[in-house]
């Protein structure tokens, strides 16, 4: 199966922007949707379709997409942003899917 | 309102079999993928596998191919993970999600925390 590989860990200044990368060979056939989890909590959906917002996700949340490059970015990151981030897309495979690593997000 | 509840934790010895369900509500259970998840403790997500309800049409991640099956009973919209044969290794909090009409999973379960231990 695929890999989505992503940087273990960014820290982000109250008010500033983060990006957080997600690279694998699937992105460049596949959209990739992003997940938010905090401590003890299920992960939640906060970009789908390359740059979709649930209902309810802020619209500092964006999402991009090059080649076999996903990326997730905060504008005005705020403290309860603070929380791992997963990037998710289809495998190569028909209807199987794979996760990214994950990115730990600190704001300071 | 859309909404998995998930079963309880369960606390289990190696070599045991278990059975965790995934109830769907407020919305047609049988016409949307449902996917399990799993969270090693301290590591991230892992994709298991998908079931469409509806014809019960299953495909799994090759890591848990034959060391779990995903099962859906679409007369009580709830979906099934099950081992066989239980290990520590298994020790984990497992989540069920829909994949809606886009293609991602947009409603999350609770999580059941699985512990397998002598």
């Known amino acids: 199966s695929s890999e989505l590989t992503q940087d273990p860990a960014v820290s982000v200044a109250l008010g500033q922007t983060v990006r957080i990368t997600c690279q694998g060979d699937?992105?460049?056939?596949?959209?990739a949707s992003w997940y938010q989890q905090k401590p003890g909590q299920a992960p939640v959906l906060v970009i789908y379709d390359k740059n979709n917002r649930p209902s309810g996700i802020p619209d500092r949340f964006s999402g991009s997409n090059s080649g076999n490059t996903a990326s997730l970015t905060i504008s005005g990151a705020q403290a309860e942003d603070e929380a791992d981030y997963y990037c998710n897309s289809r495998d190569s495979s028909e209807n199987r899917y794979v996760f990214g690593t994950g990115t730990k997000v600190t704001v300071l | 309102e859309v909404q998995l509840v998930q079963s309880g934790a369960e606390v289990k010895k190696p070599g045991e079999s278990l059975r965790i369900s995934c109830e769907g509500s407020g919305y047609s259970f049988s016409n949307y993928w449902m996917g399990w998840v799993r969270q090693m403790p301290g590591k991230g997500l892992e994709w298991l596998g998908i079931i469409y309800p509806g014809d019960s049409d299953t495909r799994y991640d090759p890591s848990f191919q034959g060391r779990v099956t995903i099962s859906a009973d679409k007369s009580i919209s709830t979906a099934y993970l099950q081992w066989s044969s239980l290990k520590p290794a298994d020790t984990a909090v497992y989540y069920c999600?829909?994949?809606?009409?886009?293609?991602?999973?947009?409603?999350w379960g609770q999580g059941t925390t699985v512990t397998v231990s002598s």
């Open positions: 699937s992105l460049r056939k596949y959209y």
């Open positions: 999600a829909v994949r809606g009409s886009s293609d991602a999973f947009d409603i």
